[in-house]
């Protein structure tokens, strides 16, 4: 079935055109049919009308020697009692009857006249211009025993018989009309007659006829041919041909009979042309048969021309078809061929926009005690040049807001990029700008399309407070200050964005946020949304936005709050570029401590051994039972020796404070030292996985560190290494 | 905390008592150095005292480890309580030795 449908499909503009040939041909073979129809039927008629003509004019000769037969009974019938003046008569009959008329005759009945003798018979024979008149009875020719005799000497009409050649009268092949002469009392006693030749009939029938190829020709009541067409019309075999047809016509033809027209079809085998023949009776005396040959080709010879044409520019149109046909395929073909790639391009977007959509955040928010975030961003086309980041490390809050150059694709790629290089650079490092620096740098690298991005990179650290981010051509975050009801920028000089020059030097910047506020980030999208006028939202609008919810301390509502507005602001304006808002609202948990102990110690090892004593002791205090307060010794004890190794140069003497705060929930440890910047934080997990002879003999301390504590945090808090550990006591 | 070393059976076993932290930790490298370099002999470290370690001390053994690893002999821990048994699990170490 497959295989079939395949080759239906390949072969399909083949299997149109045939099919087109096919109706095409039918149709007019149809109307071929139905014209040939139509014509025969004219055909018929007009044959009808030649008979009747040729009928009449016949008729019209016969009448008028006819009308001068019965005309000279009357004056014969007067002048019976003298025997000349019949010579005078038949002379006057034969001079006037016509150019047909070869002779007229009177024939009496035997001795009618005594003085003539037993037979009498005067005859007057038209010879050209002259007449000459005989008596042509002799015992050779005894009219008497002649069939016109006998009927006229019955009391009847000799209504024409058939043609005859007669050697003594009219010396020719003649039909003869006669009437009786009848005496006083009434009885026949003579013939008067006319002899008329039958040469003319040939030439009254063809005088004229609707088509110059037809002939008639004239038969008599016996089948024979009384006369025919000039030898130029038709031969005389196939007039003797015809007439041996309309003879048999009745028995071996299928006859069509219309009216009083009989026709058939034949074929003249001289020629090599179809025909039909039609043939008729006429009504009156003579009632002979006047026959019509008509040839197709005159008639049909149009039509089958006009089919030939028809064919030929049928084929001719069937040809343009196929060409066109061809054409529509092929472009058809190529249009499928552009749909598929468009499809494909847009089920490519499809994934790629699933792909981005993945690389945000994939829980749009991070709830806890301190800090509440949600984020959004809706690309003006499938994909986007706006990306936003943030995830918890330590105690620290990460987050990116940036703007990739341009838009769709090109942009979408770009900040896939930039949001991995965010991704990695943020993993060991908890300084903005240096992030800055290295997204730039490897950003730079090879960006022949001079795309850049806007960016903001922000760290919160969550105990304190603190802020720090670098802000590389971005807009400026708005901080909401939900007490006051107030909104500022975060001002900062900025930084050139992210991919223009290697050798920017970023700057990191510092805020401290405080309890309650807000902090609003977003792309050009929202301060550069247009409504159909035309007319940015632009910022003052999201200010007054912003300060309208102020108190709101759900990011997510006020991230609603922003859309609606500016969505209410656009209308139907179509949306040009990707809009992407991020909320952070920090709320920092107040740590009431109902113990806090402090050991201040030297930066030597030696000093350990007090750290020992001191921590085992304010465990014991805070009732910790003995494996966890091994763990938390091992903990702290492995990040002070950190500290007692790193913080201070070699030779140099320090303070190192350790303090133990508990609020009965949480334990805090914060190790502050006030040497050079050392943040442990940033250091890189130590790969437990690997074997005896590849482990590295350091890492251990900071990985123990890490595994034993719920979480640690690293902070610069003017000039001190703050460095606290965090264990929650009921988990 | 005290640290020594015995030779039992054509083995060494090292028998580490007390708490182990960063000070005690060099004071115990002192006496275990010479398990650096391995004779081809294997090492038990007897822990049934042990009642703490920190990462110097984790050191120590893995030093001893990569020293007994390189002649072929093994190193076996003996005896080890389940807080450091922890320590060993969170550091990964636990895949590196055997336990008795």
Same mark, same amino acid.
């Given at each position: 079935?497959?295989?079939?449908?395949?080759?239906?499909?390949?072969?399909?503009?083949?299997?149109?055109?045939?099919?087109?040939?096919?109706?095409?041909?039918?149709?007019?073979?149809?109307?071929?049919?139905?014209?040939?129809g139509?014509?025969?039927?004219?055909?018929?008629?007009?044959?009808?009308?030649?008979?009747?003509?040729?009928?009449?004019?016949?008729q019209e000769?016969?009448?008028?020697?006819?009308?001068?037969?019965?005309?000279?009974?009357?004056h014969?019938?007067?002048?019976?009692?003298?025997p000349?003046?019949?010579?005078?008569?038949?002379?006057?009959?034969?001079?006037?009857?016509?150019?047909?008329i070869?002779?007229?005759?009177?024939?009496f009945?035997?001795?009618?006249?005594?003085?003539?003798?037993?037979?009498?018979?005067?005859?007057?024979?038209?010879?050209?211009?002259?007449?000459?008149?005989?008596?042509?009875?002799?015992?050779?020719?005894?009219?008497?025993?002649k069939?016109f005799?006998?009927?006229?000497?019955?009391?009847?009409?000799?209504?024409?018989?058939?043609?005859?050649?007669?050697a003594?009268?009219?010396?020719?092949?003649?039909?003869?009309?006669?009437?009786?002469?009848?005496?006083?009392?009434?009885?026949?006693?003579?013939?008067?007659?006319?002899?008329?030749?039958?040469?003319?009939?040939?030439?009254?029938?063809?005088?004229?006829?609707?088509?110059?190829s037809?002939?008639?020709?004239?038969?008599?009541?016996?089948?024979?041919?009384?006369?025919?067409?000039?030898?130029?019309l038709?031969?005389?075999?196939?007039?003797?041909?015809?007439?041996?047809?309309?003879?048999?016509?009745?028995v071996?033809?299928?006859?069509?009979?219309?009216?009083?027209?009989?026709?058939?079809?034949?074929?003249d085998?001289?020629?090599?042309?179809?025909?039909h023949?039609?043939?008729?009776?006429?009504?009156?005396?003579?009632?002979?048969?006047i026959?019509?040959?008509?040839?197709?080709?005159?008639?049909?010879?149009?039509?089958?021309?006009?089919?030939?044409?028809?064919?030929?520019?049928?084929?001719?149109?069937?040809?343009?078809?196929?060409?066109?046909?061809q054409?529509?395929?092929?472009?058809?073909?190529?249009l499928?061929?552009?749909?598929?790639?468009?499809?494909?391009?847009?089920?490519?977007?499809?994934?790629?926009?699933?792909?981005?959509?993945?690389?945000?955040?994939?829980?749009?928010?991070?709830?806890?005690?301190d800090?509440?975030?949600?984020?959004?961003?809706?690309?003006?086309?499938?994909?986007?040049?706006?990306?936003?980041?943030?995830?918890?490390?330590?105690?620290?809050?990460?987050?990116?807001?940036?703007?990739?150059?341009?838009?769709?694709?090109?942009?979408?790629m770009?900040?896939?990029?930039?949001?991995?290089?965010?991704?990695?650079?943020?993993?060991?490092?908890?300084?903005?700008a240096?992030m800055?620096?290295?997204?730039?740098?490897?950003?730079?690298?090879?960006?022949?399309?001079?795309?850049?991005?806007?960016?903001?990179?922000?760290?919160?650290?969550?105990?304190?407070?603190?802020?720090?981010?670098?802000?590389?051509?971005?807009?400026?975050?708005?901080?909401?200050?939900?007490?006051?009801?107030?909104?500022?920028?975060?001002?900062?000089?900025?930084n050139?964005?992210?991919?223009?020059?290697?050798?920017?030097?970023?700057?990191?910047?510092?805020?401290?946020?405080?309890?309650?506020?807000?902090?609003?980030?977003?792309?050009?999208?929202?301060?550069?949304?247009?409504?159909?006028?035309?007319?940015?939202?632009?910022?003052?609008?999201?200010?007054e936005v912003?300060?309208?919810?102020?108190?709101?301390?759900?990011?997510?509502?006020?991230?609603?709050?922003?859309?609606?507005?500016?969505?209410?602001?656009?209308?139907?304006?179509?949306?040009?570029?990707?809009?992407?808002?991020?909320?952070?609202?920090?709320?920092?948990?107040?740590?009431?401590?109902?113990?806090?102990?402090?050991?201040?110690?030297?930066?030597?090892?030696?000093?350990?051994?007090?750290?020992?004593?001191?921590?085992?002791?304010?465990?014991?205090?805070?009732?910790?039972?003995?494996?966890?307060?091994?763990?938390?010794?091992?903990?702290?004890?492995?990040?002070?020796?950190?500290?007692?190794?790193?913080?201070?140069?070699?030779?140099?003497?320090?303070?190192?404070?350790?303090?133990?705060?508990?609020?009965?929930?949480?334990?805090?440890?914060?190790i502050?030292?006030?040497?050079?910047?050392?943040?442990?934080?940033?250091?890189?997990r130590?790969?437990?996985?690997?074997?005896?002879?590849?482990?590295?003999?350091?890492?251990?301390?900071?990985?123990?560190?890490?595994?034993?504590?719920?979480?640690?945090?690293?902070?610069?808090?003017?000039?001190?290494?703050?460095?606290t550990?965090?264990?929650?006591?009921?988990? | 905390?005290?640290?020594?070393?015995?030779?039992?059976?054509?083995?060494?076993?090292?028998?580490?008592?007390?708490?182990?932290?960063?000070?005690?930790?060099?004071?115990?490298?002192?006496?275990?150095?010479?398990?650096?370099?391995?004779?081809?002999?294997?090492?038990?470290?007897?822990?049934?005292?042990?009642?703490?370690?920190?990462?110097?001390?984790?050191? /120590?053994?893995?030093?001893?480890?990569?020293?007994?690893?390189?002649?072929?002999?093994?190193?076996?821990?003996?005896?080890?309580?389940?807080?450091?048994?922890?320590?060993?699990?969170?550091?990964?170490? /636990?895949?590196?030795?055997d336990?008795?």
């Open positions: 079935m497959k295989k079939l449908s395949d080759w239906l499909k390949k072969r399909a503009v083949l299997i149109v055109i045939i099919l087109a040939a096919v109706l095409l041909e039918v149709i007019s073979a149809i109307q071929y049919r139905y014209t040939r139509l014509l025969e039927e004219e055909l018929e008629k007009s044959a009808l009308q030649d008979l009747m003509t040729s009928a009449l004019r016949i000769i016969v009448v008028k020697a006819e009308v001068g037969v019965s005309s000279q009974v009357w014969t019938q007067r002048h019976l009692d003298d000349d003046y019949m010579n005078m008569l038949v002379a006057s009959m034969a001079q006037d009857g016509g150019a047909n070869v002779g007229a005759g009177i024939g009945k035997p001795y009618y006249y005594p003085s003539k003798g037993e037979l009498f018979e005067v005859y007057g024979r038209q010879i050209k211009d002259s007449v000459e008149v005989e008596q042509i009875a002799s015992e050779k020719h005894d009219y008497t025993q069939d005799y006998q009927i006229a000497l019955r009391g009847d009409t000799v209504k024409w018989t058939p043609p005859y050649l007669d003594e009268g009219a010396k020719g092949v003649v039909t003869t009309y006669g009437m009786p002469v009848k005496d006083k009392r009434g009885e026949p006693v003579a013939v008067l007659l006319v002899d008329m030749a039958t040469n003319w009939v040939g030439e009254v029938v063809n005088q004229h006829h609707r088509n110059s037809s002939f008639s020709l004239v038969m008599g009541k016996d089948g024979d041919l009384i006369a025919g067409p000039d030898d130029s038709a031969s005389p075999s196939l007039v003797r041909k015809i007439v041996e047809m309309v003879n048999d016509s009745t071996e033809r299928e006859l069509k009979a219309n009216g009083r027209v009989t026709g058939f079809p034949f074929f085998e001289e020629c090599g042309e179809s025909g023949v039609y043939y008729a009776t006429k009504k009156r005396e003579p009632r002979w048969q026959v019509l040959v008509c040839y197709d080709k005159e008639v049909f010879g149009k039509l089958d021309d006009m089919r030939k044409y028809i064919i030929i520019m049928m084929l001719a149109g069937i040809f343009v078809l196929a060409v066109i046909i054409l529509f395929v092929k472009s058809h073909r190529r499928q061929a552009t749909q598929k790639e468009q499809d494909r391009i847009e089920g490519e977007l499809h994934i790629a926009k699933e792909i981005q959509t993945q690389m945000l955040p994939q829980k749009n928010s991070v709830t806890r005690d800090v509440d975030v949600f984020g959004s961003l809706v690309p003006a086309r499938e994909v986007g040049g706006d990306l936003f980041d943030f995830f918890l490390r330590d105690e620290k809050l990460f987050f990116c807001i940036g703007d990739v150059s341009g838009k769709g694709v090109p942009s979408a770009v900040m896939a990029v930039t949001h991995s290089l965010f991704r990695s650079a943020s993993a060991h490092e908890n300084n903005p240096r800055m620096q290295v997204i730039n740098e490897t950003s730079c690298h090879g960006n022949e399309a001079n795309m850049f991005v806007t960016l903001f990179i922000g760290v919160l650290d969550l105990p304190t407070g603190r802020l720090h981010f670098c802000n590389a051509g971005h807009d400026k975050p708005i901080i909401v200050n939900s007490q006051q009801s107030t909104v500022s920028t975060l001002d900062a000089k900025p050139l964005p992210v991919g223009v020059f290697t050798d920017v030097k970023y700057v990191e910047h510092e805020h401290l946020l405080t309890t309650g506020s807000t902090l609003f980030l977003y792309t050009d999208g929202l301060t550069e949304a247009r409504n159909v006028q035309r007319q940015f939202f632009g910022l003052e609008r999201v200010k912003l300060c309208s919810v102020a108190s709101e301390s759900k990011p997510q509502v006020l991230l609603q709050t922003m859309t609606d507005a500016v969505n209410q602001f656009v209308e139907d304006a179509e949306q040009s570029d990707d809009l992407t808002m991020l909320v952070i609202h920090y709320m920092p948990q107040e740590f009431e401590s109902v113990l806090t102990e402090t050991l201040v110690m030297k930066n030597n090892l030696h000093e350990v051994t007090r750290f020992s004593a001191f921590i085992t002791s304010a465990t014991e205090k805070l009732g910790i039972e003995k494996s966890l307060a091994r763990q938390l010794r091992l903990a702290v004890e492995e990040a002070v020796v950190n500290v007692i190794e790193y913080a201070y140069p070699a030779g140099k003497e320090g303070d190192i404070t350790v303090k133990i705060m508990s609020d009965g929930n949480t334990l805090r440890f914060q502050i030292d006030a040497g050079v910047l050392f943040d442990p934080t940033m250091k890189e130590a790969d437990t996985t690997l074997s005896a002879e590849d482990r590295q003999i350091g890492g251990l301390g900071i990985l123990l560190v890490r595994e034993l504590m719920d979480s640690i945090n690293y902070e610069r808090i003017e000039g001190t290494n703050v460095l550990l965090i264990k929650n006591l009921k988990s | 905390m005290n640290t020594k070393i015995e030779e039992i059976d054509g083995k060494y076993v090292a028998t580490l008592v007390g708490e182990m932290d960063t000070v005690a930790a060099t004071e115990a490298e002192e006496v275990l150095k010479p398990l650096y370099t391995s004779d081809g002999k294997d090492v038990i470290i007897d822990c049934k005292d042990l009642e703490y370690i920190a990462s110097s001390g984790l050191r /120590i053994l893995l030093n001893i480890l990569k020293g007994a690893k390189a002649s072929g002999s093994k190193v076996v821990m003996r005896s080890v309580n389940d807080d450091i048994k922890n320590v060993f699990q969170l550091t990964g170490f /636990i895949d590196l030795f336990f008795q």
